[in-house]
T-cell receptor, first 113, second 112 residues
Framework: AQSVTQLDSQVPVFEEAPVELRCNYS??????LFWYVQYPNQGLQLLLKYLSGSTLVKGINGFEAEFNKSQTSFHLRKPSVHISDTAEYFCAVGSYNFNKFYFGSGTKLNVKP | DGGITQSPKYLFRKEGQNVTLSCEQN?????MYWYRQDPGQGLRLIYY???????QKGDIAEGYSVSREKKESFPLTVTSAQKNPTAFYLCASGTGATGELFFGEGSRLTVL
């Protein structure tokens, strides 16, 4: 079975400060990891994904994430956030053949001026 | 433009009524998914389909039904058996090859 844990339900941060959104997963098989962003009353958009290769993954809007197999983590980072980054962020894990995706409970990022 | 279209965006239903949410995609994706989103609970998988005329239950399928008669369409019916249907419903599609899911803008169902 697979599961995803996002420990922080809300993260307040000031504009231009760095931010890290935490994600831990559990799985008995190889997994593929994703971060999605959701703006209010909209669907989700892919920020970045880890399938294989380099453990540091760069995505859109200046976000990056690092896959750490020993700690079963895939934390999302941005060195300097903008007001426009205010949204909810979801970590997800996919099974080997992608027939199922499991999502975390989400982290609301609130960027303050 | 290619994408996923969900309708209606907002829907109100009386208790005891069935309601069908539409999901159409023109991305030529084989796989389609329905998720339910509740505050603080993330997305939970209701049903998914890998090919036409075939679908599987997800983690919370009770009280829901689907069909996949065409590659482009994957409607979800919320039946009167669903005890707590008020939620935001998201449809998604994907190819499996890249692992990326493409989402519609969602349908918000409120039971009065």
């Amino acid at each position: 079975a697979q599961s995803v844990t996002q420990l922080d339900s809300q993260v307040p941060v000031f504009e231009e400060a760095p931010v890290e959104l935490r994600c831990n997963y559990s799985s008995s098989v190889s997994v593929y990891l994703f971060w999605y962003v959701q703006y209010p009353n909209q669907g989700l958009q892919l920020l970045l994904k880890y399938l294989s290769g380099s453990t540091l993954v760069k995505g859109i809007n200046g976000f990056e994430a690092e896959f750490n197999k020993s700690q079963t983590s895939f934390h999302l980072r941005k060195p300097s956030v903008h007001i426009s980054d205010t949204a909810e962020y979801f970590c997800a894990v996919g099974s080997y053949n992608f027939n199922k995706f499991y999502f975390g409970s989400g982290t609301k990022l609130n960027v303050k001026p | 433009d290619g994408g996923i279209t969900q309708s209606p965006k907002y829907l109100f239903r009386k208790e005891g009524q069935n309601v069908t949410l539409s999901c159409e995609q023109n991305l030529n994706h084989d796989a389609m998914y329905w998720y339910r989103q509740d505050p603080g609970q993330g997305l939970r998988l209701i049903y998914y389909s890998q090919i036409v005329n075939d679908f599987q239950k997800g983690d919370i399928a009770e009280g829901y039904s689907v069909s996949r008669e065409k590659k482009e369409s994957f409607p979800l019916t919320v039946t009167s058996a669903q005890k707590n249907p008020t939620a935001f419903y998201l449809c998604a599609s994907g190819t499996g090859a890249t692992g990326e899911l493409f989402f519609g803008e969602g349908s918000r169902l409120t039971v009065l």
